[in-house]
């Protein structure tokens, strides 16, 4: 890093020196920098430029509404000007679709988000933007604020939007018009346009999770439990694991031993997937976890902790806790194992996520301190573990047994 700093500052010097000594002429530069640029942009014209029998010069110049227009011109150079003029409004206007990309690829050199956030995002944008193409395809500076609300407003009906779904849609809305003001494109704020938009909540398809879909209850969990003890390879193990510590799946196989101290976990990577320029599917580990709050400490409980000593037994000495076969174990497996374990005894499906939200659900029925639930689970607040998580585990049995015994209910004398 030092040795380029010194190489910059170097090349600064050696220019300030050519140029304050005379031995190089800022306008030659200017010009053949113009001159370099109407290259570019003539490169750029798909249309030949010829002159007529009349004398005259002529070119086609790209049309929206007839495909193609002909320009007719008294000199070459005047044709060139309307070819370059028109390539440079076009290069200093691209379409909401080449922004994107534009803001995208940034971001991704800035390495604000990772390839698999970019996958996300870009799969949003052709939902929500590339099926309006004339939205997508529209030049920014040929958008007004007026068309923004209204789009945005129709979206939520044309796709039946969550408010989830919808917060996606307008984390892109917002990235893509504040990068175009950044760079000069637009001169209004996407953040006042959109911020004075009212949305009823009614505005958002409700999405009703009954909670034996969000969460495994005793009788589930005494079940599932007992079947993956009676075989502890390493994915029952990782199953195991998970429920007891509240881990995600992609933080399990993404686990090492370093990260092993006694029945303390140091959660610090994870698994990524995501697809790369061929349209690859690719999985790697990445070297921090979810989100900021997931760089955190999770504790085996002591009842559990034999689970640290059989996964040492199977490891081999490997540098992964999840490692098998000369790899990673990767968490589709663990996520199809689960699965088949539900299925084999005859429990509603739930994915790795379901055993996450039991644990939290499970510390936060016994009462255990908010804060320490929202350390383990990796949470920014306290809020997301209550409101996105906490679910009734008691089976429907068990909540009828629990009401018909109070005693308001059970001494009730009926006169029929």
């Known amino acids: 890093m030092e040795s380029k700093y010194l190489q910059y500052t170097q090349?600064?010097?050696?220019?300030?020196?050519?140029?304050?000594?005379g031995k190089i002429d800022i306008n030659d530069v200017q010009n053949s920098m113009e001159?370099?640029?109407?290259?570019?942009?003539?490169?750029?014209?798909?249309y030949k430029i010829w002159q007529g029998q009349d004398g005259k010069w002529y070119t086609y110049l790209p049309d929206e509404k007839r495909g193609r227009v002909l320009k007719k011109r008294a000199t070459q150079k005047a044709v060139e000007d309307d070819v370059i003029?028109?390539?440079k409004e076009e290069t200093e206007n691209p379409t909401l679709s080449e922004l994107f990309y534009e803001w995208m690829h940034r971001k991704l050199e800035y390495q604000d988000i990772c390839a698999g956030t970019f996958n996300r995002y870009e799969?949003?944008?052709?939902?929500f933007f590339e099926d309006d193409s004339r939205f997508a395809d529209l030049r920014i500076r040929n958008i007004q604020p007026d068309e923004i609300i209204p789009f945005l407003r129709k979206a939520i009906v044309k796709y039946s939007l969550t408010a989830k779904a919808y917060s996606n849609l307008r984390t892109l809305a917002y990235g893509i018009f504040k990068y175009a003001?950044?760079?000069?494109?637009?001169?209004?704020?996407?953040?006042?346009?959109?911020?004075?938009?009212?949305?009823?909540?009614?505005?958002?398809?409700k999405?009703?999770?009954?909670?034996d879909?969000?969460?495994?209850?005793?009788?589930?969990?005494?079940?599932?439990?007992?079947?993956?003890?009676?075989?502890?390879?390493?994915?029952?193990?990782?199953?195991?694991?998970?429920?007891?510590?509240?881990?995600r799946v992609g933080e399990l196989v993404a686990m090492k031993w370093c990260d092993i101290s006694d029945n303390s976990i140091k959660i610090r990577r994870t698994e990524i997937t995501y697809k790369n320029d061929s349209g690859e599917t690719v999985i790697e580990i990445r070297n921090y976890p979810k989100t900021e709050a997931g760089i955190r400490t999770v504790f085996v409980p002591v009842e559990f902790s034999s689970i640290i000593s059989r996964l040492r037994l199977l490891s081999g000495g490997t540098e992964y806790v999840f490692w098998e076969k000369g790899g990673n174990i990767r968490a589709?497996?663990?996520?199809?194992?689960?699965?088949?374990?539900?299925?084999?005894?005859?429990?509603?499906?739930?994915?790795?996520?379901?055993?996450?939200?039991?644990?939290?659900s499970i510390l936060l029925d016994n009462g255990v301190d908010k804060r320490l639930i929202q350390d383990v689970a990796g949470h920014a607040q306290i809020s997301t573990s209550e409101r996105n998580y906490h679910r009734n585990r008691k089976s429907d049995q068990k909540k009828e047994q629990i009401l018909s015994n109070l005693p308001e209910f059970k001494n009730a004398k009926l006169m029929f």
């Open 11 to 21: 090349n600064n010097d050696i220019l300030r020196f050519i140029i304050e000594s």
């Open 35 to 46: 001159a370099m640029k109407r290259k570019e942009l003539l490169e750029k014209h798909p």
């Open 85 to 87: 003029k028109y390539w």
């Open 123 to 127: 799969k949003d944008f052709k939902r």
């Open 181 to 205: 003001k950044e760079k000069g494109y637009i001169s209004w704020s996407i953040s006042q346009t959109v911020g004075d938009m009212e949305l009823p909540k009614k505005a958002f398809r």
């Open 207 to 211: 999405v009703i999770k009954e909670d």
């Open 213 to 247: 879909d969000e969460v495994f209850n005793d009788e589930e969990l005494e079940k599932l439990l007992a079947y993956l003890s009676t075989a502890p390879d390493l994915l029952n193990l990782g199953i195991i694991l998970m429920f007891c510590t509240g881990c």
């Open 332 to 360: 589709s497996q663990i996520r199809k194992r689960l699965y088949l374990s539900c299925r084999r005894l005859g429990i509603k499906k739930k994915s790795p996520h379901k055993l996450r939200k039991t644990y939290v």
